[in-house]
C-alpha cells in the first residue's frame, strides 16, 4: 500500500509570505495528525482529523495556522502570514480507527522542511 | 502530565560496537512505546513498538528495545552499529485517550569510522 506522502518536501518562503503544505494519508484511515518539530526542540503535536472533523487542535499555535480536511481525504496546512519562528519540519501521520482499546500506530510521512527566511 | 525524556542529546558509538539509547517515560496507564529513526533528509521511520506481551521487542535494522515498567523505561539497543545508523532517535509513548504521542527531544547518534 502506498504510505503517508507529503509535499512539498522542502519549501523556502520569505517572511509575510503564504504557505500551503499538503497530505495524502494512506487509504482508509480515517485519523490524520499534523506534528511540527522546531529547530532543536522535540516533535510536537499541531492538530488531529477525525475524517473531515478536527478531533483536537490543541497544539495549533496561533491562528496564522489553518488546516483543512475537505472530504475526509488529504488535507492541507496553511501557514500565512508564515513568521522566522514557524521554521522547521512539518510531519503528517495517519493512522487506523481503534478497535476497542487497541491502537494500531502511527504511519508518518517524510516531513515538509519549511524555511522562512 | 505525560512526558517523555531522553537524556543524551548527543551519542557517538564506533562502528561496529554496541549502542544503547535510553528513554524514560511518565505515563499514567499501560503505555504504547515507540522508537523513532529520522535520517538526515528523511522521514520519520518507525523502528519497532511496544504495546504488550513480550518486553523485548525487535525491530528493523537490528534493534531491539526493553520495556522495563519498574524502571519506567524503554531503552534501545544494537549489538554492532553500522555507518549507515547514523541519525536521530525519538522515544514516544501514548496514546493518551485522543490518540496523541508525546515524543522525546531526540538523540543524535553519531559513527566514527
Same mark, same amino acid.
Given at each position: 500500500e502506498a504510505g503517508v506522502t507529503q509535499f512539498p518536501s522542502h519549501s523556502v518562503i520569505e517572511k509575510g509570505q503564504t504557505v500551503t503544505l499538503r497530505c495524502d494519508p494512506i487509504s482508509g484511515h480515517d485519523n490524520l495528525y499534523w506534528y511540527r518539530r522546531v529547530m532543536g526542540k522535540e516533535i510536537k503535536f499541531l492538530l488531529h482529523f477525525v475524517k473531515e472533523s478536527k478531533q483536537d487542535e490543541s497544539g495549533m499555535p496561533n491562528n496564522r495556522f489553518l488546516a483543512?480536511?475537505?472530504?475526509?481525504?488529504?488535507?492541507?496546512l496553511k501557514?500565512?502570514?508564515?513568521?522566522?519562528?514557524?521554521?522547521?519540519?512539518?510531519?503528517?501521520?495517519?493512522? =487506523?480507527?481503534?478497535?476497542?482499546?487497541?491502537?494500531?500506530?502511527?504511519?508518518?510521512?517524510?516531513?515538509?522542511? =519549511?524555511t522562512v527566511v | 502530565a505525560q512526558s517523555v525524556t531522553q537524556?543524551?542529546?548527543?551519542?557517538?558509538?564506533?562502528?561496529?560496537?554496541?549502542?544503547?539509547? /535510553?528513554?524514560?517515560? &511518565?505515563? #499514567?496507564?499501560?503505555?504504547?512505546?515507540?522508537w523513532y529513526v529520522q535520517s538526515p533528509g528523511q522521514g520519520l521511520q518507525l523502528l519497532l513498538k511496544y504495546f504488550? #506481551?513480550?518486553?523485548?521487542? @525487535? #525491530?528493523? !535494522? #537490528?534493534?531491539?528495545a526493553e520495556f522495563k515498567r &519498574? @524502571? &519506567? &523505561?524503554?531503552?534501545? /539497543? !544494537?549489538?554492532?552499529?553500522?555507518w549507515s545508523d547514523a541519525a536521530e532517535y525519538f522515544c514516544a509513548v501514548g496514546p493518551n485517550r485522543d490518540d496523541k504521542i508525546i515524543f522525546g527531544k531526540g538523540t543524535r547518534l553519531h559513527i566514527l569510522p
Open positions: 483543512e480536511r475537505t472530504g475526509g481525504t488529504y488535507s492541507t501557514v500565512q502570514p508564515a513568521e522566522l519562528e514557524d521554521s522547521g519540519v512539518y510531519f503528517c501521520a495517519s493512522s =487506523l480507527d481503534r478497535v476497542g482499546n487497541l491502537f494500531y500506530g502511527y504511519t508518518f510521512g517524510s516531513g515538509t522542511r =519549511l | 537524556p543524551d542529546i548527543h551519542i557517538t558509538v564506533s562502528e561496529g560496537a554496541s549502542l544503547e539509547l /535510553r528513554c524514560n517515560y &511518565s505515563y #499514567g496507564a499501560t503505555p504504547y512505546l515507540f504488550s #506481551g513480550d518486553t523485548l521487542v @525487535q #525491530g528493523i !535494522k #537490528g534493534f531491539e &519498574s @524502571q &519506567s &523505561s524503554f531503552n534501545l /539497543r !544494537k549489538p554492532s552499529v553500522h
